[in-house]
Structures are given as structure tokens and as C-alpha cells.
């Protein structure tokens, strides 16, 4: 491939975006993350306009690949994971590593709604009172049972490795490594207390953080730092 991959997603944010970072870094392959350079805002939002092929977006990230242009997290994930070699070769494997990265949607979904339970629209600070309670639900109820069902998950491979799916690393692993660490930025004492519970979740996010090109990532400046504007927020008052 010549042009580099094109990654249209808010600059500032880890956010949906990480999830196609995270896989491109993996892959070690040429990307530019256009929100962060000189009119990006512009090109992001004309991405979403669906360009050439006329595929709309309803909102990032969306990932161009020459004339392709791929809106949806799971979506863009499937796509690279086929071309770079991080998703299973056969159509039952490929639906199966999809499912599980559709769950990890759903979870990343909820832990937005921790802080913005009424509306995203509104400010944090207009639905704190609703927040509380959607975060202690989410802490007491939520996150034991999307983390008892991926440990499960990993527990009931037949693969070795200690991987999600099969014996090799795929971009379910990457995501799996994000939703963690975005878990444990937001709601520390909850995940701290909880990690006994989830050995292989969290040696998953040990050797992730290890290998050789995400660690390189996850120490350059293309890495966003953790912050209050992003999707795992860390809000004392919530946990
Ligand atoms: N299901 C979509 C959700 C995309 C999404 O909600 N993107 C956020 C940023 S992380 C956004 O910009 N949302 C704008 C909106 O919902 O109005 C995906 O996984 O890519």
C-alpha cells in the first residue's frame, strides 16, 4: 500500500480512536492521525461526510484506506485485523473475534454513560447527581459482569498463548489491553480490588503492554494521555 492509512478521530482523546491506534501501531504500518495535524478538524468532519464513495459517517472514528472509507470501531478492526494478520483466517473465527470486540463496544458504551448518563450533549456537571448512580451500578454490577464474561472468554480458549482468540494475538487482545487500562484509570480502587478475579485479563494487559511496538506507542507523544474529555474519566467523586 502506498498512501498511508488515514485515521479521521477527535484530536485530544484516546477515545473509539485508540482501539484503531492500538491496531495500526501493532501492525506497524504507516498511518497519520489527520485530527492532530494543520486543518484536520476540517478533514475529520468532511470524512464524515462520507467523501468519493458517499458512506457517511455518524460519528469517528473513520479510517481511509485508499479509496475505502470505514466508519464503525468493530468495523475498521475487522479490516485491518483481515490485511494485518490480527484476526483468525476462517469466516467462524473472523464472526467470533467481531462478536467479542462488538461486547467490548458495548462495555466502552456503558463506561461513557458512568459520566454522562442523561445526555452527551449536557455537561458533566448537569448530570453528577445521575452519574453517581449510574457509577456505582456500574461498579458493583457492570463491570463484574462483562469482566467475569471476557475472563471466562480467555479461560475456555483451547488456544495457548493466553490470548483472547486461538494461539495468536488479535486485535481483540489490543482491545481488551484498552478497556482495561481505561478501566483502571477511571475506577482504580473498584479494578484494584477486583483483580484477583481476573488473572488472564490482566497478564492480557501486561504482555500487551510488552510487546515490542505497542510499547514503543505507548511511550511517544502519539499516545494521548488519560484525561477528563475522553471516555474513561477519572471523577473521584464516582467511585
Ligand atoms: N459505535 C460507534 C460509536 C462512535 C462514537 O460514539 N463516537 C464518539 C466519539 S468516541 C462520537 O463522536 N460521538 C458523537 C455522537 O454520538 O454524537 C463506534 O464504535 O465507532
Redesign the pocket.
Known sequence: MTTPYQLYY?DG?Q???EFVRLALEEAGVPYVDVARGKGGMAALKASLDGGKVDHPS????VLRAGELLI????NILQFLGARHGLAPRSQEGRLWTNQLQLTI?DM??EAHDTHHPIS?NAYYEDQKKEAKARSKDFRAQRIPKFLDYFEGIMERNPGRGGYAVGSRLSYVDLSLFQLLDGLMYAFPKTMAKLAPSYPRLHALHAKVAQRPNIAAYLNSTRRIANNETD?FRHYPELE
Do not use: C, E, N
Open positions: 477527535w482523546l477515545g473509539r480512536g455518524f460519528a469517528p472514528p466508519g464503525q470501531t468493530a463496544a466502552v458504551a452527551t471516555i
